[in-house]
């Protein structure tokens, strides 16, 4: 079964510029989320869809931060415009559903530096 | 709000050391609780769950019990292999129904020959 894709892996963009990261869940799972992970602490959610409907986005800074899941599957995360503070690592994780059991499978993300 | 507390890190053991890294939990209600391991180079990978009170996770060797009373989830691992060395992330999962994960600081384990 093949798991949580993201791509690019890797971006070095300059302050005030524009990025979109992709995520591409394991096949059948309704439950998508975006995780900003800074370095040294662990992961925090940004948002959270079901199947192409938003559950929570209550931490995305919506004034930057914006995302969607047009069909249900893919999804993309941008920010527009980046701040030196949002050099993190960008996690996609999917859930088969959004039980409190439903186990959550993550890519490998996304390395962000803004310069 | 719900939050994680980990014992800080970095920890550094010899093999076939004894493993236990500390995790307490703040939350209304009974959430579940996580084990998430990062290995170098690779993305987070579920490592074990408890649901309820009392439960025991298990997996790899890793243990980790569900104490309501101390509010704690607690990993242990009776001896450990240079292959363990990664960061390891306690999280619980909230009871809104959203299934948000909060998560720890983690704590990088380097396991020595």
């Known amino acids: 079964e093949a798991g949580v894709a993201q791509s690019p892996r890797y971006k070095i963009i300059e302050k005030r510029q524009s990025v979109a990261f992709w995520c591409n869940p394991i096949s059948g799972h309704a439950t998508l989320y975006w995780y900003q992970q800074i370095l040294g602490q662990g992961p925090k959610l940004l948002i959270q869809?079901?199947?192409?409907?938003?559950?929570?986005d209550s931490q995305l800074p919506k004034d930057r931060f914006s995302a969607e899941r047009l069909k249900g599957v893919d999804s993309t995360l941008k920010i527009q415009p980046a701040k030196l503070e949002d050099s993190a690592v960008y996690l996609c994780a999917s859930s088969f559903q959004r039980g409190p059991t439903d186990t959550q499978y993550f890519g490998p993300g996304t390395r962000l530096t803004v310069l | 709000g719900d939050s994680v507390t980990q014992m800080e890190g970095p920890v550094t053991l010899s093999e076939e050391a004894f493993l236990t890294i500390n995790c307490t939990y703040t939350?209304?209600?009974?959430?579940?609780l996580f084990w998430y391991v990062q290995y170098p180079g690779e993305g987070l990978q579920l490592l074990l769950k408890a649901t309820k009170a009392d439960d025991k996770g298990s997996n790899k060797g890793f243990e980790a019990t569900y104490r309501k009373e101390t509010t704690s989830f607690h990993l242990e691992k009776g001896s450990v292999q240079v292959s363990d060395s990664a960061v390891y992330f306690c999280a619980l999962s909230d009871q809104t129904g959203a299934n948000n994960l909060f998560f720890g600081t983690g704590t990088r384990l380097t396991v020595i020959p």
């Open positions: 869809f079901q199947n192409n409907g938003v559950v929570d």
């Open positions: 939350a209304t209600g009974y959430p579940s």
